[in-house]
Nanobody
Framework: QVQLVESGGGLAQAGGSLRLSCAAS????????TAWFRQAPGKEREFVTA????????TYADSVKGRFTISRDNPKNTVYLQMNSLKPEDTAVYYC?????????????????WGQGTHVTVSS
């Protein structure tokens, strides 16, 4: 069992930055691929980015490529999402998710562990 807790959300202006954290507890977090998803009001949950267990491989949605960076610190059992050049369309609830193994899945159904989400609001 893996428990995930997100933090770092809040209000930012367009062009600004925020850093989200996903703290994990439970089983060996370093054996899990971890991803960030987001869900805007009235929209379906969408994939943002994922990082494999070792942190050497990552993948990004086209909408955030070049602006967002995912990283992880396994000794601290934490994954980070650095969000730069924020846009109003980045406004959403951001969820951390984890799945055992090293595959960088983009579909949410592949992830069995989820956090409660953290709100990000970007004003224009």
């Amino acid at each position: 069992q893996v428990q995930l807790v997100e933090s770092g959300g809040g209000l930012a202006q367009a062009g600004g930055s925020l850093r989200l954290s996903c703290a994990a507890s439970g089983r060996t977090f370093s054996s899990y691929t971890t991803a960030w998803f987001r869900q805007a009001p009235g929209k379906e949950r969408e994939f943002v980015t994922a990082i494999n267990w070792g942190g050497r491989s990552t993948t990004y949605a086209d909408s955030v490529k070049g602006r967002f960076t995912i990283s992880r610190d396994n000794p601290k059992n934490t994954v980070y999402l650095q969000m730069n050049s924020l846009k109003p369309e980045d406004t959403a609830v951001y969820y951390c998710a984890a799945t055992y193994g090293s595959t960088l899945y983009r579909a949410s159904y592949n992830y069995g562990y989820w956090g409660q989400g953290t709100h990000v609001t970007v004003s224009s």
